[in-house]
């Protein structure tokens, strides 16, 4: 019976031995790595051959994006509002003679340049409002107001001259 254990006991004391040699070699294959990127960790003769690699770390913080996916939706929405009352409004004042204009800016029977002039210099001006905003102030959301104040106007009235000329159709 003795003789059995012993032979467990030998195959243990391998099986040991040859994980200690394998952490070993593992661990000064991390060493080895560690000193390529730590100078520090080398040796005398092994900082003549070693690689070096500088990791630098900036103070400044990154600042934030100004113009990505989200102003540009909403810029793009406000654009497309603001087409779409203009061009209502163009096609509603050629078609009835009953149509006028309801913004005092533009006068009651605008040419279609001055539609277009007055309407996107606005809306140029909403979105750069909305760009410095958001600049200024980047952890907040304010910079939406401009734009989605401009969709929703140029959207209402896009829509009550639909009705407008839908009225005076009948």
């Not at 003679?97 to 309407?119: F, I, M």
């Not at 980047?138 to 009235?157: D, E, K, Q, S």
């Amino acid at each position: 019976m003795r003789g059995s254990t012993d032979l467990a006991g030998r195959a243990r004391a391998r099986v040991t031995f040859f994980v200690f040699v394998l952490v070993m070699l593992i661990s000064r294959q991390g060493a080895a790595q560690d000193a390529a990127v730590f100078p520090a960790l080398n040796t005398p003769a092994e900082a003549q051959h070693s690689q070096h690699v500088f990791i630098y770390a900036t103070s400044e913080p990154k600042k934030p994006r100004i113009l990505d996916r989200k102003f540009f939706l909403l810029a793009g929405m406000a654009t497309a509002a603001t087409v779409l009352d203009v061009a209502t409004t163009s096609h509603c004042m050629s078609t009835y003679a009953a149509c006028q204009e309801g913004n005092p800016l533009l006068g009651s029977h605008p040419s279609q340049a001055k539609l277009y002039g007055v309407s996107f210099s606005m809306l140029a001006g909403q979105l750069l409002a909305s760009a410095w905003i958001r600049r200024k102030m980047p952890n907040r959301h304010l910079w939406m107001i401009p734009p989605i104040v401009a969709t929703g106007g140029h959207g209402l009235a896009a829509a009550l001259n639909v009705r407008t000329m839908h009225q005076l159709s009948q």
